[in-house]
């Protein structure tokens, strides 16, 4: 039986993303890590690079959007571990940059509720039945303060621009993590959600001023380690709660 705490992440195919980070900080710190893409290839040349900082990681194939790929990938963590410790919703779109209400091509906002709030919805029914067979599951979905009213510089009440499609998804997201929450309370599983902050994930984000990968992952990995007393059911960035 594997003794490390094993943690499963959606979304790493790129060495500039807060998945990556967040599997090499939690690989760091002892974790048996799971990093998943769409692309497998993507996944798996990532998680070669970090066994060769001598990172205990593995790959696996997961599109979030496909029924077919999430039931096959929980059934082969099902079949080589037999349990999953930590699940970490962190795959997600933002394709829809210039989107207003009122211009909104409703297909495309369609597609994005399917990535960012079905998708690890789906993820999250999956691996349930693993993550009831860990001591102390937890499961982090990766959200933002766009999903919420009060954020100073992003929330609904703030932000002047519009992203809409993008800021509704993780509004929704951020609901879905309180009703897990409330469900799962029986079962020991915290379920929380967490803004990583502005990060730079992508070129020219840093001039904007956004904050280094490290620092976002950092956010995530504080939620994916909580002790078995720790919070559920809340939104954080930098393990403090914030109100949404
Ligand atoms: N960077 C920020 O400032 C910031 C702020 C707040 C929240 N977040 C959230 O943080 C998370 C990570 O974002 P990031 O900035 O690190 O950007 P990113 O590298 O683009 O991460 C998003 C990941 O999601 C994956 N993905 C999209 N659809 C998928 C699907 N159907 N199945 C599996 N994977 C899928 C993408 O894979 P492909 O390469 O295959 O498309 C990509 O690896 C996202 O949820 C984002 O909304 C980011």
Redesign the pocket.
């Known amino acids: 039986m594997e003794s490390r705490n094993i943690v499963l992440i ?5 060495k ?5 980070e967040t599997a090499r900080q939690l690989a760091g710190d002892g974790y048996k890590v799971i990093i ?4 497998y290839k ?1 996944a798996e040349a990532l998680a070669t690079g970090l066994q060769q900082e001598n990172l205990d990681v593995l790959s696996m194939g ?5 029924a077919e790929s999430v039931a096959q990938c929980a059934q082969e963590v099902a079949g080589r571990f037999g349990r999953l410790d930590v699940l970490i919703n ?5 394709t829809d940059l210039t989107s207003s209400v009122v211009t909104a091509d409703l297909d495309v906002v369609w597609s994005n509720f399917d ?2 709030l079905l ?1 690890p919805w789906r993820v999250t029914q999956s691996f349930l039945p693993l993550l009831k067979k860990s001591h102390q599951p937890r499961i982090v979905n ?5 999903g919420t009213y009060d954020d100073p510089v992003f929330g609904f009440n703030h932000f002047p621009g519009v992203l809409s499609t ?1 800021a509704l998804t ?1 509004l929704a997201f951020n609901a879905l993590t309180v009703k897990a929450a409330k469900e799962l309370k029986d079962e020991r599983i915290l379920v929380n959600a967490v ?8 070129d020219g ?1 840093k001039e904007q001023g ?1 904050r280094p ?1 490290q620092d ?1 992952a950092k956010s995530i990995v504080w939620a994916a380690t909580l002790p078995a007393d720790g919070p559920t059911g809340g939104f954080f960035r930098d393990g403090i709660a914030l109100p949404w």
């Open positions: 959606t979304g790493v195919s790129r500039e993303g807060l998945g990556y998943t893409a769409r692309d993507k997961l599109d979030i959007s496909n962190n795959a997600g779109v933002m990535s960012n998708g990766v959200t933002s303060g766009m993008y993780k803004c990583p902050g502005f990060t730079a994930t992508y984000l956004a990968v976002g």
